[in-house]
């Protein structure tokens, strides 16, 4: 069951969001390479998910009973590398090993390298049939274990995201939650130039899932969604979480440019003053 969210923890939460974002900038400033705009953007999700929402044992990361996060959509993974290191599943200081030679912190996410990490991700478009194989076999088991599957939008221009889709509406997998990083962004434009996707939430519909629409970058708004969808028996449900690519630093946000390269050490001593300064913020609208 997820906790209610009570005004101390919302403004943990938030501050561990700016927190996470400053990881980001600074672990891909060390790596030199990697994705920018879509971590940024999914911080505030993903540290709902580490935080609050997931039912997850850091010192024991194969425990049977844990709720499953699948990350479809691997190349945002230095989102997923802080989060899990902030919660305790590794050192902080591994952090400056991303896209090293010999690290676990790979460019996109390896689940026999590091503890935690459900799947090997790379291809666009598995994420949701890996998650589907997971709930299948929960059901199977009678365990109440959920299932969580990170994906983007433009993971949805591949033709395996959708034969998922069908599938997963048919058996009616309510243990099934899918969240999509809708940012409108991918690495040569915005979604709707390169091979529009709208209308999205009609199609998942069609397919007989639950639909929810939420600002992701509002994390009380986003958890709320997630109990919601925690709460229909009947079918899977997608989440069409809006986000903006690039959250939190001025020069980045929805600008499709950043959806694939790091900050220089100009720009991120740039994002790291401008996240700074939003911690001071976030810290005097809740006194």
Known sequence: MIPELHEKKLKELELKAVRTRELIIETLLEAGSGHSAGPLGMADIFTAFYFHILNHDPKNPDWEDRDRLILSNGHICPVRYVTMALAGYFPLEELKTLRKINSRLQGHPHRTSLPGVETTSGPLGEGISQSIGMALAASLDNKKYHIYCITSDGEHQEGNAWEAAMFAGKHRLNNLTVVIDRNNIQIDGFTEDVMPLEPLRQKYETFNWKVLEVDGNNIRAFIDSVKEARAVFEK??????????????????????????????EEAKKALDELRTLQGKIRSEHQ
């Open 236 to 265: 899977p449900t997608v989440i069409i979480a809006h986000t903006i690519p690039g959250k939190g630093v001025d020069f980045m946000e929805k600008d499709f440019h950043w959806h694939g390269k790091p900050p220089n050490k």
